[in-house]
Nanobody
Framework: VQLQASGGGLIQAGGSLRLSCAAS????????MGWFRQAPGKEREFVAG????????NYARSVRGRFTISRDYAKNAVYLQMNSLKPEDTAVYYC??????????????????WGQGTQVTVSS
């Protein structure tokens, strides 16, 4: 089972990036999928999540209105569209699959499969 995150990079404040997370080894179509991020010296934090059995989403307050999570069941993939990026969005972004299918939980302990992370750096 593998989650492969990609799409990170260096971008100026105000720009946009789209992160992708491709799953292999099994389908996660019924699992809640989430994006987390970890900045240097800080704990890993929840960014966004999407239901497995529906399309309900949940976002951290800091990204609400700027980021959009979506998934493609056919491709077994999840995406994070990030707009109006700010320097404080700089972090390594991780995708993760939860053991749950309906409630989009926000703690790392509720996710049991993790990708390797992709670096997002936003310059001012």
């Amino acid at each position: 089972v593998q989650l492969q995150a990609s799409g990170g990079g260096l971008i100026q404040a105000g720009g946009s990036l789209r992160l992708s997370c491709a799953a292999s080894g099994r389908t996660f179509s019924t699992n809640v999928m989430g994006w987390f991020r970890q900045a240097p010296g800080k704990e890993r934090e929840f960014v966004a999540g999407i239901q497995g059995t529906g399309n309900a989403t949940n976002y951290a307050r800091s990204v609400r209105g700027r980021f959009t999570i979506s998934r493609d069941y056919a491709k077994n993939a999840v995406y994070l569209q990030m707009n109006s990026l700010k320097p404080e969005d700089t972090a390594v972004y991780y995708c993760a699959a939860s053991r749950y299918s309906t409630v989009v939980r926000t703690t790392i302990h509720d996710y049991n499969h993790w990708g390797q992370g992709t670096q997002v750096t936003v310059s001012s």
